[in-house]
């Protein structure tokens, strides 16, 4: 195995071929490593993404994960977060009638930054360089063999080609309603595009089309070197050459790296870290960056297009965003956003305000994707992302619109998961009893809104949404509707109606109020626990409402009582082998005990001690979870990292604070991994987390001064952070266990003090 570090060496070996980049000291992208996470502990890999801050132009090497043995063809552009590429670039040297319209290509001595990538396919003795802009990329491709003709070839899996003397252009048909369109040309002008049939190139037809349509560029005998420049678009192929145009004025490759590279470390550079702990660095700014791959903005010379209703709009002088998995965003990743890009989240919601405004039914979306939503997962969780920008003062937007716009994803739309059916049988009976059933023992699904392979996630989808009505309460407190805010409000208390008062757990009910009989909560019925939970076991949704912590602890038992029961999860063992486990309950990975690292719903549990006066069991997990989870190595991602989802957990984490009820203007203390966190605020101000007594291994909060003054709670404000200041934490390798333990100093719940 190759273990990717950024250590001296790796710096040196990447700017031997790009000179132009001082390295006298590291600068934030220098401590991205794109290859963590690239092999998958179980499911989907996290991918080597090359691209700019939210840009609409995404790719990354097409291959199954890193040790991959082959490339199928140099990637154009990604769209959608996880897929493949758009279109196929493959180099060829050999007899024509071996060419394929996607030729499989072995690689070596790769290089990937987020700005730039350069591999070589040494089968064939070809070099590639790569660098992004937004909506635009540029190639190099040096021939080695120059003996030997030179050949391109550009395929789209289905959709038309069109050439000229020395363009290619045309597009890709997406899901639904949406095409991709591009326009290439390169430095050195083809002798002849066409298809091939035999040894014959065919040139006489200047548009191809259908599945897998490809055109072959061949150039001059002698050909050492072809620069290949090309935009993107959603719009049309003309704007893809506007595009190119407005971004790549040349063929100068070693400009649109360094320009990149600037992006970058101005963006990176919103949060500076110190320490000495460089691995710690490394993942703490490659997390940083993971978060910067969604949404993407997809404005294209103030217009773009809508898969929601399948029409050009202007953008009205706003970046339009899309390409969000909001249940796995809202938790960490936009919160995020409202400290460090206030303007951008601003912009995201009301993206999402105007696509509902352009679907056929007016529900908010929860996974709008560039081809539309998609209404994965179960729950509508976009309210809380509305909710938890407004309570921390991110006003410009609609907020009537957006909570008539959630309100009716919540209350029209149906509750089951993956379906986007209006509102049936199960939601009346949510509506009437408060609660989502299960299946009686015995009992046949004939619910037609029930997803056959999701099931009905009885838990998962009432926790999920009574939170939603908690979110929801809060907004229409904020416009003045105290009724809706009061219904809402005592709605989001149904979390008791499936509280199992003799086990201490959420426990799956069904329609005639009988708890789900014979239940293990290691081993939930339907694969990954669908017929109870969702990819993660009732140890997990033992603790998912937090909204209401404090209540969930009177529930359990009280604060001893509490830390017991989070204790008893992370010391249950999974119970069965791991193969027998992981084939049922794939996404339940990260495993300490039958805590799951790998899934959101587990991320703010670590910090759920604070709320029960033992902030120092919060501080001893939270970093024993970071080194043991998320570290600087090709499986330093324990599971599937939603565009943001996992990583900003590990960005607020190493800092030292996390967001544990979004809408709720509150950070909850954790451990901070660094001698000193700096994060760039609006109108110049800054705040910092500063650690007296720093070493990498000292974990435990011995005092807090927060401003000067002495702090004994395991909690601020977010009205705090954004006026700047100092928190210092003076640290100690052992445990402080009286600091902030009291009842006034635990994180508040429901409502702020």
């Not at 570290?631 to 544990?660: C, H, K, W």
């Given at each position: 195995m190759k273990k990717i570090n950024i250590t001296l060496p790796f710096i040196l070996s990447f700017f031997t071929v790009i000179p132009l980049f001082s390295q006298i000291n590291k600068e934030p992208v220098d401590y991205v490593n794109p290859y963590i996470g690239n092999i998958s502990h179980l499911l989907v890999p996290t991918y080597p993404t090359i691209h700019l801050p939210n840009s609409m132009l995404r790719v990354y090497p097409e291959r199954e994960n890193y040790t991959g043995n082959l490339l199928n063809g140099l990637p154009l552009i990604v769209t959608s977060h996880r897929g493949s590429s758009a279109f196929n670039l493959s180099p060829y040297q050999g007899p024509v009638e071996n060419i394929k319209n996607v030729i499989p290509l072995s690689y070596d001595n790769e290089i990937i930054k987020p700005y730039y990538y350069s591999t070589d396919l040494d089968e064939q003795n070809i070099v590639v360089k790569y660098a992004p802009s937004h909506q635009s990329g540029i190639y190099e491709i040096s021939f080695l063999k120059t003996a030997q003709p030179a050949y391109l070839v550009l395929n789209t899996r289905n959709g038309e080609l069109t050439k000229t003397a020395g363009s290619i252009s045309g597009y890709q048909q997406l899901a639904n309603n949406t095409k991709v369109y591009i326009y290439l040309e390169t430095d050195v002008s083809p002798v002849s595009i066409g298809t091939h049939k035999g040894e014959t190139i065919n040139a006489e037809e200047n548009t191809t089309k259908g599945k897998n349509a490809y055109y072959i560029m061949k150039f001059p005998e002698n050909t050492a070197r072809v620069k290949l420049r090309y935009g993107i678009s959603f719009i049309s192929t003309e704007q893809a050459e506007k595009n190119l145009r407005r971004e790549i004025k040349d063929y100068n490759l070693e400009a649109i790296a360094r320009r990149g590279r600037e992006v970058w470390n101005r963006t990176l550079g919103k949060i500076e870290v110190d320490g000495t702990d460089e691995d710690a660095k490394i993942v703490f700014y490659t997390s940083l960056y993971r978060t910067y791959e969604r949404m993407i903005s997809i404005s294209e010379d103030g217009r773009y297009f809508s898969a929601y209703d399948g029409k050009v709009h202007s953008d009205k002088g706003r970046t339009f965003y899309t390409d969000d998995w909001i249940w796995d965003t809202y938790r960490a990743t936009h919160p995020l956003r409202t400290i460090i890009e206030q303007e951008m989240e601003n912009d995201m919601i009301n993206s999402y305000i105007t696509m509902t405004d352009q679907m056929p039914r007016a529900w908010m979306p929860n996974f709008p994707e560039v081809t539309g939503d998609s209404r994965r997962m179960n729950s509508n969780h976009a309210v809380a992302m509305v909710a938890d920008a407004h309570s921390k003062g991110l006003k410009d937007f609609?907020?009537?619109?957006?909570?008539?716009?959630?309100?009716?994803?919540?209350?029209?739309?149906?509750?089951?998961?993956?379906?986007?059916?209006?509102?049936?049988?199960?939601?009346?009976?949510?509506?009437?009893?408060?609660?989502?059933?299960?299946?009686?023992?015995?009992?046949?699904?004939?619910?037609p809104e029930v997803h056959g392979w999701e099931r009905r996630q009885p838990i998962?989808?009432?926790?999920?949404?009574?939170?939603?009505?908690?979110?929801?309460?809060?907004?229409?407190?904020?416009?003045?509707?105290?009724?809706?805010?009061?219904?809402?409000?005592?709605?989001?208390?149904?979390?008791?109606?499936?509280?199992?008062?003799?086990?201490?757990?959420?426990?799956?009910?069904?329609?005639?109020?009988?708890?789900?009989?014979g239940l293990d909560y290691r081993f939930p019925p339907g694969i990954g626990g669908r017929d109870a939970y969702d990819e993660s076991t009732g140890y997990v949704y033992r603790f998912d409402v937090p909204h209401n912590v404090s209540d969930l602890i009177n529930l359990t038992g009280g604060d001893e009582a509490f830390v017991a029961a989070l204790e008893e999860m992370f010391s249950t063992s999974l119970g069965k082998g791991r193969p027998d486990f992981y084939h049922i309950y794939a996404d339940h990975s990260g495993n300490v005990g039958q805590f799951s690292m790998g899934n959101e719903p587990s991320m703010h549990i670590p910090y759920l001690y604070n709320y029960a006066g033992q902030p120092w069991r919060t501080q001893k997990r939270i970093r024993n979870l970071l080194t043991q989870w998320f570290r600087n190595d090709l499986m330093g991602i324990p599971g599937d990292e939603d565009g943001g989802g996992l990583t900003a957990f590990v960005v607020f984490s190493q800092i030292g604070f996390y967001p544990v009820t979004p809408g709720l203007p509150m950070y909850v203390i954790g451990s901070p991994v660094f001698e000193r966190a700096t994060l760039k605020l609006p109108e110049g101000k800054t705040f910092t987390v500063s650690c007296k007594n720093y070493s990498p291994d000292h974990k435990y909060i011995q005092s807090a001064r927060l401003n000067g003054k002495a702090w004994n709670k395991s909690w601020f404000t977010h009205k705090e952070l954004m006026k700047g200041g100092t928190l210092e934490l003076v640290m100690g390798k052992h445990a402080n266990k009286d600091w902030a333990t009291g009842k006034k100093d635990v994180p508040p719940s429901f409502k702020m003090p």
């Amino acid at each position: 195995m190759k273990k990717i570090n950024i250590t001296l060496p790796f710096i040196l070996s990447f700017f031997t071929v790009i000179p132009l980049f001082s390295q006298i000291n590291k600068e934030p992208v220098d401590y991205v490593n794109p290859y963590i996470g690239n092999i998958s502990h179980l499911l989907v890999p996290t991918y080597p993404t090359i691209h700019l801050p939210n840009s609409m132009l995404r790719v990354y090497p097409e291959r199954e994960n890193y040790t991959g043995n082959l490339l199928n063809g140099l990637p154009l552009i990604v769209t959608s977060h996880r897929g493949s590429s758009a279109f196929n670039l493959s180099p060829y040297q050999g007899p024509v009638e071996n060419i394929k319209n996607v030729i499989p290509l072995s690689y070596d001595n790769e290089i990937i930054k987020p700005y730039y990538y350069s591999t070589d396919l040494d089968e064939q003795n070809i070099v590639v360089k790569y660098a992004p802009s937004h909506q635009s990329g540029i190639y190099e491709i040096s021939f080695l063999k120059t003996a030997q003709p030179a050949y391109l070839v550009l395929n789209t899996r289905n959709g038309e080609l069109t050439k000229t003397a020395g363009s290619i252009s045309g597009y890709q048909q997406l899901a639904n309603n949406t095409k991709v369109y591009i326009y290439l040309e390169t430095d050195v002008s083809p002798v002849s595009i066409g298809t091939h049939k035999g040894e014959t190139i065919n040139a006489e037809e200047n548009t191809t089309k259908g599945k897998n349509a490809y055109y072959i560029m061949k150039f001059p005998e002698n050909t050492a070197r072809v620069k290949l420049r090309y935009g993107i678009s959603f719009i049309s192929t003309e704007q893809a050459e506007k595009n190119l145009r407005r971004e790549i004025k040349d063929y100068n490759l070693e400009a649109i790296a360094r320009r990149g590279r600037e992006v970058w470390n101005r963006t990176l550079g919103k949060i500076e870290v110190d320490g000495t702990d460089e691995d710690a660095k490394i993942v703490f700014y490659t997390s940083l960056y993971r978060t910067y791959e969604r949404m993407i903005s997809i404005s294209e010379d103030g217009r773009y297009f809508s898969a929601y209703d399948g029409k050009v709009h202007s953008d009205k002088g706003r970046t339009f965003y899309t390409d969000d998995w909001i249940w796995d965003t809202y938790r960490a990743t936009h919160p995020l956003r409202t400290i460090i890009e206030q303007e951008m989240e601003n912009d995201m919601i009301n993206s999402y305000i105007t696509m509902t405004d352009q679907m056929p039914r007016a529900w908010m979306p929860n996974f709008p994707e560039v081809t539309g939503d998609s209404r994965r997962m179960n729950s509508n969780h976009a309210v809380a992302m509305v909710a938890d920008a407004h309570s921390k003062g991110l006003k410009d937007f609609d907020l009537k619109k957006a909570y008539k716009v959630a309100k009716a994803a919540i209350t029209e739309k149906t509750l089951a998961p993956w379906s986007s059916k209006p509102a049936g049988v199960l939601d009346q009976f949510f509506i009437k009893e408060g609660y989502f059933p299960s299946l009686a023992p015995n009992e046949k699904e004939t619910v037609p809104e029930v997803h056959g392979w999701e099931r009905r996630q009885p838990i998962a989808v009432t926790l999920g949404t009574v939170y939603d009505e908690w979110c929801l309460s809060k907004i229409a407190k904020s416009i003045g509707n105290k009724k809706e805010a009061e219904y809402f409000e005592e709605r989001s208390k149904n979390y008791r109606k499936v509280f199992n008062p003799e086990t201490k757990f959420f426990h799956p009910k069904d329609s005639f109020g009988v708890f789900m009989p014979g239940l293990d909560y290691r081993f939930p019925p339907g694969i990954g626990g669908r017929d109870a939970y969702d990819e993660s076991t009732g140890y997990v949704y033992r603790f998912d409402v937090p909204h209401n912590v404090s209540d969930l602890i009177n529930l359990t038992g009280g604060d001893e009582a509490f830390v017991a029961a989070l204790e008893e999860m992370f010391s249950t063992s999974l119970g069965k082998g791991r193969p027998d486990f992981y084939h049922i309950y794939a996404d339940h990975s990260g495993n300490v005990g039958q805590f799951s690292m790998g899934n959101e719903p587990s991320m703010h549990i670590p910090y759920l001690y604070n709320y029960a006066g033992q902030p120092w069991r919060t501080q001893k997990r939270i970093r024993n979870l970071l080194t043991q989870w998320f570290r600087n190595d090709l499986m330093g991602i324990p599971g599937d990292e939603d565009g943001g989802g996992l990583t900003a957990f590990v960005v607020f984490s190493q800092i030292g604070f996390y967001p544990v009820t979004p809408g709720l203007p509150m950070y909850v203390i954790g451990s901070p991994v660094f001698e000193r966190a700096t994060l760039k605020l609006p109108e110049g101000k800054t705040f910092t987390v500063s650690c007296k007594n720093y070493s990498p291994d000292h974990k435990y909060i011995q005092s807090a001064r927060l401003n000067g003054k002495a702090w004994n709670k395991s909690w601020f404000t977010h009205k705090e952070l954004m006026k700047g200041g100092t928190l210092e934490l003076v640290m100690g390798k052992h445990a402080n266990k009286d600091w902030a333990t009291g009842k006034k100093d635990v994180p508040p719940s429901f409502k702020m003090p």
